[in-house]
């Protein structure tokens, strides 16, 4: 089971950093990624991150979001920084597999988080 936190509200310009913790037996170590989704919007990759720490971001949060791990907590975080209103979504973490330098999302439903709201106002 993954679970989400550290949504908020925030101003525009402003900083979050979201946990994704998974309980006993859901593994980290893989890969792993957040997604999110806004209003009236379809879920996207924002940002991935291999066993090896190798990570991928999408172009839209590219110097601004930093994606990490923490094997010993099993907890995944997201550091956003410099927040726009069009950041506002729920985030959602993801237990996938990378292969040949491309994430693949875990399917299954206990690959996915809750979610957690982030909202950036102007």
């Known amino acids: 089971q993954l679970v989400e936190s550290g949504g908020a509200l925030v101003q525009s310009g402003g900083s979050l950093r979201l946990s994704c913790a998974a309980s006993?037996?859901?593994?980290?170590?893989?890969?792993e990624a957040w997604y999110r989704q806004g209003p009236g919007s379809q879920r996207e990759s924002v940002a991935s991150?291999?066993?090896?720490?190798?990570?991928n971001y999408a172009d839209s949060v590219k110097g601004r979001f930093t994606i990490s791990r923490d094997n010993a907590k099993n907890t995944v975080y997201l550091q956003m920084g410099s927040l726009k209103p069009e950041d506002t979504a729920v985030y959602y973490c993801?237990?996938?597999?990378?292969?040949?330098?491309?994430?693949?999302?875990?399917?299954?439903?206990?690959?996915w988080g809750q979610g957690t709201r982030v909202t950036v106002s102007s």
């Open positions: 991150i291999s066993s090896a720490g190798d990570t």
């Open positions: 993801n237990v996938g597999r990378y292969v040949d330098g491309e994430y693949y999302p875990g399917i299954n439903s206990d690959a």
């Open positions: 006993e037996g859901t593994v980290i170590s893989n890969a």
